[in-house]
């Protein structure tokens, strides 16, 4: 959905197509389990780390990701009209606080 938006606003397209490369990752990663192999090939081929490693490395990087990701879609929202950016920040810290709310690590999970 933000691919297709980014070809129909005039303000903030980058930040649109960048939200729709996350996204697809995401959901792609879900499907393929695309990180596992990630992982395995920077871990053993690039820093050459035993496997123990991936449980440390993998959370920083999905993390990082997770924080692009909302920090994205927040400024995506300061891009657009005044009502729509209200709604998607609103919707933004309302997934926040239902994290923490429900004992999880809020904005970190």
């Given at each position: 959905m933000a691919f297709f938006l980014a070809f129909l606003v005039t303000r903030g397209r980058i930040g649109l197509l960048v939200l729709a490369a996350?996204?697809?990752f995401f959901s792609l990663d879900d499907i393929v389990a695309a990180h596992e192999r990630i992982g395995t090939i920077v871990r053993e081929d690039v820093l050459g780390l035993p496997?123990?490693?991936g449980r440390v490395l993998w959370p920083l990087v999905f993390l990082s990701l997770l924080a692009t990701t909302a920090l994205t879609?927040?400024?995506?929202?300061?891009a657009q009209l005044p009502r729509i950016g209200d709604a998607i920040r609103t919707g933004l810290g309302a997934h926040l606080v239902r994290r923490h709310r429900g004992g999880r690590l809020g904005a970190l999970t």
């Open positions: 996350l996204l697809a496997t123990g490693w879609l927040w400024r995506v929202g300061g």
